[in-house]
């Protein structure tokens, strides 16, 4: 409870279709990185491919799976038809699969939504 | 709308079908359908689909589902939240499983020959294995069983039905295929039999007998049933019953029991409410530490009023750093929207509706008239005693430790007067909060005839298991609440939060409710929010610093997410119900909520939030008055950042706010909470200059409201010189303030100073004033002229400068002194003229100002020696400062209402004055001291005692010498050499 995490879409120049998200503190001072950030592309048809993904990971702090799970929620949200991710970290995989994503080969995982 | 779940789950609309995503979407989906209308609590379904995730993740998950179904139904069906879970707004009718049950339940009530086809239509609904393509999850399968179990039971009554109805031809098909697919069925079995035997075909149904009894005994080792045995028995011996017979299957279905909702073990406090809102009306005092249900039993309270036609006012907007007075606007708009009959009112109800019943906070005094604190709460009870009249009528007020001293003193007020007219009033404390003290002193002076403290003990176990079983559906163990009601204490909402935390984590069992029960409501809160995702968290925190409602844009401000996101991660906690939504935005349940959000976060942190819903804040186009407070605190609270002087100017407009509803009292608090503020600015030139500005506003209202000069002047101090409107008006009063006791030249040496240094035109503006006011207190009439008309020439070159300042309007005292000073020249038109102008500039001036007029005309009459014309402006004067009060100037207005009264004849009034003269004095204000002391030599002239009169003209000339204080009034100072007689200059 006393991280104060949030998903929203930075506020940085992107080309079109593309959207760049932010893991980040609310209570953080300006200059404070955030703790994760990912790329998403919106293909013509309606498709949404997670371009990159990272995140903290520290021993005791991994950042990633909340940040993919956060992403997918979010993204779910829209009204795009397909997800896109690709895995290749156990845990990673465990939370696409557990978000009913399929594996399609070569680490990527896709979402019909 | 069609969904279908007696087969692969689907949802059609208009011919299209929806697309309704993968497994676990759709499996939401079907939960949501299954129950179509009914609430589907967001834990059953984390329970069923995400058993083995943690919680917070699968809230998150399943959050975005909701979304993503809301937005594939659309309007169609919409997803509506209800807590504690979601509810699919769909007739059950348009999800076939809820038809196929209602058909098959309907044809159990019809003739044989009405329920085959409705029969044949539940059975057309299927369309393969229900929820075919969830089979994979345990509800799906355990529903799917049910259902096939049902439909199992629909095709035994349509061969029942044809057979009854003589269709036997028809069912021997039907019944050998359904006995091939489910051949351990026996009534399907029987049913063949039957069929075959009333077709006819007696060796054949004695066949079937003999097959069924193979079947049995070769795959499960068993017998037929003996209604099996007894049938072919009946079949052998060609039994006459065995003919046809008309049935019609009984309605099975049972009553639906409605649980009360009200509070649980709570009968003897709730028969107080009902004595109180039966009776002549009391006050109901539920003084309770958190948790005990003090808010549920105002409820309650509210409820039985309403179901007695009655009228319910809540003074809301309670809270740390509430408006002076709010709670009472928001009571006083309230009845504003219900009252009947307006033109009965008497002119303070309408006064107090004008000024509380609009609550912006412009704090002009209302259009209508002046308006006094004594007028304003005489108006309130008489609203409310009239509200009384035609209805029973209770006033809540919830959180009343927090409450303000003025809002305490007008509950006081209505309490001792209308308690026992039928006006119920209930007042919830929360024990040992550091305000309680101040509403059990208030309560304490009333009649004790006329309060009734509602006891809250803790809860009994019975009154628990009730709770859990309201909360729950079902019955708990006696183990389990003995555990719950040792562990809680019987506090409700401990008991509440304790059950619903078990009932998640699926604890609720005397087993595990034993082991580990969190020892405090707080760490069971605790628990309870790290069930959320951690967005949603991160939004209650947010909620939690807010300090009252905040709304989506607040929050989307404060976090940067967007509003929709904002939305869809509220709802878990709207769900959980920690978090509830009013008119205003959201706001958390109980402040123990809050509390338990709020001790996790760092201070570090908690300060760049609260700067963060500052800027949230500061980035509306308007603040109201509650809205600007919150400003001043959370500025006050983010000073690390935004610096200590930042919540300064909003504390400023608090404190006028709270003057244009007479609240002095919080006025001087506010000033001096600004000053407390600015002790921190670490620059001394930043702080002085700031801090001048706010002493000069705290002594201006000190000297207007107390009836004494205000702390040691200023004017020794170096005072910055105004650069803005607050800060002009602050070395205005400063100046104005710290030379009424004598020190004219000082406060206009400073003010020639800074207009020679450099001001803008604000700064000059307030610069003029005091050096023409000061200049006419010293009889230099050419000057204080110029600097006057400077000022006049100043406001009309830019009608948007103005020197802020609810106590003193600037304007309406310079077009005065304009008149004075004409007098004094002579020109009495030009002084009538300024006269009106200054009536003209006070009439859309708040309150003091208007009795500031009628001082400058008793001044003026005084002057010219028109007694009569100078007391009745003084009796007016006299009238509004004490209605007001504001008891310096009523200082002024007795003393010249004596004056007139001696000079029209009144031998006593020459002693009054002197009376009231010496009470002037020792307020320490030495303003007008010489034209006092020669219209006291006038009043006693008249009396005849002329000695005493030449006495006074001697004090006054050695008072102008003293003080610099002179009289230039032409009529005066002749009436003095007379009086002093012929030697004296």
New interface residues.
């Given amino acids: 409870m006393s991280s104060l995490l949030v998903l929203r879409r930075a506020d940085r120049t992107v080309r079109d279709g593309e959207i760049w998200w932010e893991l980040a503190d609310a209570a953080a001072s300006p200059d404070q990185p955030p703790a994760g950030t990912a790329l998403t592309r919106r293909t013509a048809n309606g498709a949404t491919h997670v371009v990159s993904i990272a995140a903290v990971s520290t021993p005791d702090q991994d950042l990633l799976p909340r940040l993919v799970r956060d992403l997918i929620a979010a993204l779910r949200r829209t009204d795009t038809s397909v997800i896109s991710i690709r895995g290749g970290r156990a845990e990673i995989d465990a939370a696409l699969l557990a978000e009913d994503f399929v594996p399609a080969g070569d680490n990527l995982f896709v979402l019909h939504l | 709308m069609r969904v279908t779940l007696l087969g692969p789950v689907s949802a059609e609309c208009d011919g299209t079908d929806l697309?309704l995503?993968?497994?676990?979407?759709r499996a939401v989906f079907a939960l949501l359908a299954l129950n179509a209308g009914r609430v589907v609590p967001l834990d059953r379904l984390v329970d069923e689909l995400?058993r083995d995730?943690p919680p917070s993740?699968a809230t998150?998950?399943l959050?975005?589902?909701i979304?993503?179904l809301r937005?594939v139904l659309g309007a169609a069906a919409p997803i509506v939240t209800r807590p504690p879970g979601w509810t699919l707004d769909l007739d059950p009718d348009e999800v076939d499983v809820t038809r196929f049950v209602a058909l098959v339940s309907r044809a159990r009530t019809l003739p044989s020959a009405e329920a085959i086809p409705v029969l044949r239509d539940a059975l057309d609904l299927w369309r393969g294995e229900a929820l075919a393509d969830l089979r994979a999850l345990s509800f799906a399968r355990d529903e799917a069983t049910r259902l096939a179990e049902l439909r199992l039971s629909a095709t035994g009554m349509l061969l029942d039905a044809m057979l009854a109805v003589g269709e036997a031809d028809a069912v021997v098909a039907e019944a050998r295929r359904f006995v091939t697919a489910h051949p351990f069925h026996e009534h399907g079995w029987q049913t063949l039999m039957l069929a075959l035997y009333r077709t006819g075909r007696q060796s054949d149904a004695v066949a079937a007998a003999a097959e069924l009894r193979r079947v049995l005994a070769e795959e499960l080792g068993l017998d037929p049933a003996p209604e099996t045995r007894e049938l072919e028995q009946r079949i052998l011996r060609q039994d006459p019953a065995l003919r046809p017979v008309e049935g019609v299957v009984p309605d099975r279905r049972g009553g639906s029991e409605r649980p009360d909702g009200g509070p649980l073990g709570r009968d003897e406090a709730l028969a107080e409410l009902d004595d109180a809102v039966a009776g002549r009306g009391r006050l109901l005092l539920l003084d309770a530490p958190a948790g005990l249900g003090k808010t549920t039993m105002l409820q309650a309270l509210a409820d039985r009023v309403q179901r007695a036609g009655g009228l319910v006012l809540r003074g809301a907007g309670v809270g740390a750093g509430t408006p002076a007075l709010w709670p009472w606007v928001t009571i006083i708009r309230e009845l504003a929207a219900h009252r009947s009959s307006p033109a009965a009112e008497g002119s303070a109800s309408a006064a107090a509706l004008a000024l509380l019943g609009r609550g912006d906070g412009t704090g002009d005094g209302g259009a209508d008239g002046p308006l006094s604190r004594t007028t304003l709460y005489r108006g309130v009870v008489d609203l409310l005693a009239a509200a009384g009249t035609a209805q029973p009528v209770a006033v809540l007020l919830d959180d009343a430790h927090w409450v303000d001293p003025d809002t305490l003193t007008l509950l006081g007020l209505a309490v001792d007067e209308l308690a026992g007219d039928g006006v119920t009033f209930a007042v919830a404390v929360r024990s040992y909060e550091a305000g309680a003290d101040a509403v059990r002193d208030m309560i304490g002076r009333l009649p004790r005839d006329r309060v009734r403290t509602v006891a809250l003990p803790g809860l009994d176990p019975d009154a628990v298991g009730g709770l859990v079983h309201r909360l729950t559906g079902v019955v708990a163990e006696p183990a389990v609440v003995a555990a719950i009601t040792a562990r809680t204490g019987g506090n409700p909402l401990f008991v509440g939060e304790l059950v619903r935390l078990l009932s998640s984590e699926r604890r609720l069992d005397a087993g595990n409710v034993a082991a580990a029960l969190p020892e405090h409501v707080r760490e069971v809160l605790?628990r309870r929010?790290?069930r959320l995702p951690?967005?949603t968290?991160?939004?209650l925190?947010?909620v939690a610093l807010a300090g009252g409602p905040a709304d989506v844009d607040m929050l989307a401000r404060?976090?940067?997410?967007?509003p929709?996101?904002v939305l869809?991660?509220v709802e878990s906690a709207l769900l959980a119900e920690l978090l509830t939504e009013d008119a205003d935005g959201f706001v958390l349940t109980h402040d123990l909520v809050r509390q338990t959000?709020v001790e996790?976060?760092?201070g570090a942190?908690?300060t760049?939030?609260h700067a963060?819903l500052a800027e949230a804040l500061r980035a509306r186009p308007v603040l109201t008055p509650q809205q600007g407070l919150d400003l001043a605190r959370h500025l006050s609270l983010a000073a690390p950042i935004v610096g200590p002087a930042a919540a300064v100017p909003y504390l400023l407009a608090a404190s006028d706010d709270a003057l244009s509803r007479y609240a002095h009292e919080e006025a001087v608090r506010l000033l001096e909470e600004a000053l407390d503020r600015l002790a921190a600015v670490s620059d001394p030139a930043e702080r002085a200059a700031l801090a001048a500005a706010v002493r000069g506003k705290l002594r201006t209202v000190r000297t207007w409201t107390s009836g004494t000069a205000a702390d040691p002047p200023l004017l020794d101090e170096a005072v910055p010189p105004p650069t803005d409107p607050d800060s002009t008006a602050g070395w205005v009063g400063n100046l104005l303030m710290g030379s009424v006791g004598g020190r004219y030249g000082r406060a206009a040496e400073i003010a020639e100073r800074a207009l020679a240094d450099g001001l803008p035109p604000i700064g000059r503006l307030g610069a003029h004033f005091v050096i023409g006011w000061t200049a006419f207190h010293r009889g230099r009439i050419d000057e204080a002229d110029e600097h006057l008309r400077r000022f006049e020439e100043l406001s009309a070159a830019d009608p948007e400068l103005r020197i802020p300042g609810a106590i003193s309007t600037v304007e309406v005292s310079v077009a005065g002194y304009a008149s004075l000073i004409a007098h004094v020249r002579g020109d009495e038109e030009a002084a009538d003229r300024a006269m009106e102008l200054a009536e003209s500039r006070a009439a859309v001036r708040a309150q003091p100002t208007g009795i500031h007029v009628h001082l400058h005309h008793a001044w003026l009459a005084a002057m010219r020696g028109d007694a009569a014309t100078a007391g009745r402006h003084a009796r007016a004067a006299r009238s509004d400062s004490e209605r007001f009060e504001f008891p310096m100037f009523r200082l002024h207005a007795t003393l010249l209402a004596a004056w007139s009264d001696a000079l029209l004849g009144d031998a006593a009034a020459a002693d009054r004055m002197d009376g009231a003269d010496a009470a002037y004095a020792a307020s320490g204000v030495r303003l007008w001291t010489a034209m006092y002391l020669m219209l006291r030599a006038e009043a006693h002239a008249a009396a005849g005692n002329r000695r005493f009169a030449a006495e006074l003209v001697e004090r006054a000339d050695a008072a102008q010498a003293e003080l610099d204080d002179a009289c230039r009034s032409p009529r005066l100072l002749t009436l003095s050499k007379v009086l002093q007689g012929p030697g004296k200059p």
Avoid at chain 2, 558 to 562: F, Q, R, S
Wanted: zero cysteines; a positive charge.
């Fill in positions: 697309s995503g993968g497994s676990k979407q995400w995730e993740r998150l998950s959050q975005s589902y979304s993503r937005r605790r929010l790290d951690g967005q968290a991160a939004l925190t947010v404060v976090t940067g997410l967007d929709d996101a869809d991660a959000l996790h976060v760092s942190r908690r760049r939030l963060k």
